[in-house]
């Protein structure tokens, strides 16, 4: 919800018609913050750096992952998807 209502449509693909869905990878770290963010699947360099724009905003999780009770790291993968309507 919050990369929904916080990813900005780039102008100039917007005026190109470019769509397409970008496809992010970060971890989660011990501590809930985000940390390395890459690009698995782009689509264009203005709609790929929106991406990893949001996704540096993220708010840092509450609740880290856990194993044995332990926080670990944990790696999401999260598709953004740029569609004009």
Do not use: H
Request: charged share 25%.
């Amino acid at each position: 919800e919050y990369i929904a209502k916080n990813t900005i449509y780039p102008e100039d693909s917007k005026t190109k018609g470019v769509q397409g869905r970008v496809v992010v990878r970060f971890a989660v770290e011990k501590d809930g913050s985000i940390d390395q963010i890459s690009i698995l699947k782009g689509v264009a360099p203005d709609l790929d750096a929106e991406a990893l724009r949001v996704v540096k905003t993220l708010p840092a999780y509450e609740k880290p992952g856990l194993v044995d009770g332990k926080p670990v790291p944990v790696w999401f993968v999260v598709p953004i998807t740029f569609t004009l309507k």
